[in-house]
């Protein structure tokens, strides 16, 4: 049973509170596939998928859509291009699958994150289980990254666990979106901290979500 529905965030800076309970996003790319008996030389479709994510972080452009098979991902994703006003660029679990991002074995940065956004916008995030980012120097699930700027993205139905920095950490955004998650173990041997950070943060919601506060924290 999850426990208590509380978030932590840190020091939202500027602009006014926005609930944004609609976000049109009239997709008119192509739909892309990866699996893990894929390959990256294949062209991504669902009878010949890609083999990770960051092959589809790297392909997709303004309104496609990659769906990711079911399986554990070790890899970290950063994806290249932004979306654009009713046509995101849309990262997603196939239906029905449990698709794992696990940074298991990956050899950390200074700061990191298994999935970064860097002065990209107009990206949504679904359905992916995100676990075990765990760098020495601080790390998170997803991250918003510092001294860029990115808007319209949405992070939605994810589950985080064992991270250990904040679930989501979010720098400079505008446009922020964060519903629905789950969010369990995270500031791992801390004994407190944010289970999402936000700084300098412009019109955003952040609903629904269930957060696990760790046995360590406060």
Known sequence: MIGHRVFRIGSVMSGSFLLVVLVSMLVHGATYYVAPNGSDFNPGTETQPW????KAAATLTAGDTVYVKEGTYNEKVIPENSGSP???IVYAAYPGDTVILDGTNITPDWHDALFTIEGKSYIKISGFRIIN????????GIYLKKDSYQHH???????FYNIRGPAICAYSCD???????EITEVNVDA??????SAYDIGAFE????LINWPSTGT
């Open 191 to 196: 004994s407190s901290g944010e289970a999402i």
């Open 175 to 181: 446009y922020l979106i964060i519903v629905n998650n």
């Open 51 to 54: 083999h990770t994510i960051q």
């Open 133 to 140: 980012s765990l760098s020495p120097h601080g790390s998170e």
């Open 153 to 159: 993205i949405i992070i939605e139905r994810n589950y």
């Open 86 to 88: 009713g046509n995101y």
């Open 206 to 209: 952040f609903t629904g979500s």
